[in-house]
C-alpha cells in the first residue's frame, strides 16, 4: 500500500521565513519544497510534487500575484496561499480575483496555516502536459 506524500511548495524570498514555515509544516507531517523566488519555482513547477504553493505577495524583484497569474494562464491548477505583511486591502482583493484559497497577513498563527491546509485535497492538482 502506497501514502501519499503531503508536499507544499513555499515561495519567499525571506530565507528565515522558508526555514520557519519549513520546520512548522514537518512538524504536522509536511514535505515541504522551499523556493527563495519565483523564477526558482518556476524552473521545477512541472515536476514539483506540491498539492498547494504557499507565496509571498512580495518577492524582491518579483511578485506572488505575477506569479499565481502565470500559472493560470499556462493551465496550473494548483491551490495558492498568498501572505504578506502589507495591509492593502487592493492586494488581498487581487488575490482573491487571482482564486487564491486564502490570504494571510504576516504575522500569521500555524492555526490559521494549519486550519486552510487540513481543506486541501491530498490528490495533486492538475500540470499542464501531463
Do not use: W
Amino acid at each position: 500500500m502506497s501514502v501519499k506524500r503531503k508536499v507544499v511548495a513555499i515561495i519567499d524570498d525571506n530565507v528565515r521565513l522558508l526555514g520557519a514555515l519549513s520546520r512548522l509544516l514537518s512538524g504536522i507531517g509536511y514535505h515541504t519544497e522551499l523556493y527563495a523566488s519565483a523564477k526558482e519555482f518556476l524552473d521545477v513547477a512541472m515536476t514539483s510534487e506540491a498539492l498547494c504553493l504557499i507565496v509571498d505577495i512580495q518577492l524582491g524583484d518579483s511578485c506572488g500575484l505575477k506569479l499565481a497569474r502565470h500559472l493560470g494562464k499556462t493551465g496550473f491548477t494548483i491551490p495558492v496561499i498568498f501572505m504578506t505583511g502589507n495591509s492593502d486591502e487592493g492586494l488581498k482583493r487581487q488575490a482573491m480575483e487571482i482564486g487564491c484559497i486564502a490570504f494571510l497577513r504576516k504575522p500569521f498563527t500555524a492555526e490559521a496555516l494549519m486550519e486552510i491546509l487540513d481543506t486541501l485535497p491530498r490528490d495533486r492538482p492538475k500540470i499542464p502536459g501531463k
